[in-house]
């Protein structure tokens, strides 16, 4: 008896760490499955006031090999003599050359917190008629901002990337696109746009894609996260997070906190068609109500081919005729009718217009019908 009851103790203890084990792999299944959907706050969402200004300049690029502006470029002209004379050299417009000189307009994007003496890249694009910036070097260029303030300066060899050899003959081989090239550290910043970040007691998140669902999801995680009750929903696109008093002072470490926190965003669905390239994508979510569907082709064929009838022999009456013959076929493809039940997955409906044995063409054809019919439950955009 004694060794029946330690026997069915045993069994009990086995079913219980059986079961233990079953329910934490389920648990960790169910992570894993949210782990793949989500994403992290920084992905889908930026701080506002926390972002980088473009900036935009004037300049010229010297030191090309004959491949610089013609002569009817007459900005660069002006501006040759004009740089000259600011160097205490005169000389008329008329009297130069500037095929070695290339006008150019440089492009530089100003990071959120850059300080005076940071470096970055700068774009140097042509705007007259050079051939290549290859191997030339922009001359000092004020770079602006939106407000008319020079925020930098840009000097140093043009990298294009690419090449253009021509011959006497006309023949040209080129590769990439050499009238664009990049100053790579070439920009020195002169300004710094005035931004205490630690003298604000809340923050802005703004949403790249406005969502209330997300918006929602993500004031819950920053929440759960933070473990108060700092942030709100405003509206579909923005999220108002009070600074909490234990970051008080060390904002940076609160933004890094929050970036870091990982939500799951919910998308509208959506079905993105591109006729021009019989293209078809379709969300996850997208369903479909019950609906039957027939599709078949019809084709006409039309065959023509000529013959020659000649003359009986010793015939002097008789000519040569060519005479067209001309066959006409209609075929009618089988389109059997297929049913797809109410809210089936994007799955099902693949596996059931698959047998259909439809194109990508026939198919935006009838993903076209199924939104006149109003079976489609998501938004049809085509491109």
Known sequence: MKHAIASLKESDRKTAYFIRRLVTVLLVMIGLTDMLHAARIK???????????????YGLVVGLAGTGDSDDALFTLQSMSSMLEKMGVTVSPDDIKVKNVAAVMVTAELPAFARSGSRMDALASSIGNAK????????????????????????????????????????????????????????????????????KDSLTLALNKPDFTTATRVAQAINAGLKENAARTQDSGTIHVVVPPAFSGNIANLIATVEGLSVTPDNVSRVVINERTGTVIMGENVRIATVAIAHGNLSVEIKQSFDVSQPMPFSNRGQTVVTPDTQTSVKEGRAPLQVLEAGVSIGAVV????????????LISILQALKAAGALQADLEII
């Open 351 to 362: 596996r059931a217009l698959n047998a259909l044995g439809v194109t990508p063409r026939d």
């Open 132 to 199: 290549t910036l290859g191997g030339g070097t922009l001359l000092m260029t004020p770079l602006k901002g939106a407000d008319g303030q020079v925020y930098a300066v840009a000097q140093g060899p043009v990298a294009t990337g690419g090449f253009l050899i021509s011959s006497g003959s006309g023949d040209k081989v080129a590769k990439n696109f050499p009238t664009v090239g990049r100053v790579v550290q070439g920009v020195s910043v002169e300004r710094e746009i005035p931004f205490d970040l630690n003298l």
């Open 43 to 57: 992905d889908i969402a930026s701080f506002r006031g926390v972002r980088s200004n473009q900036l935009v300049g």
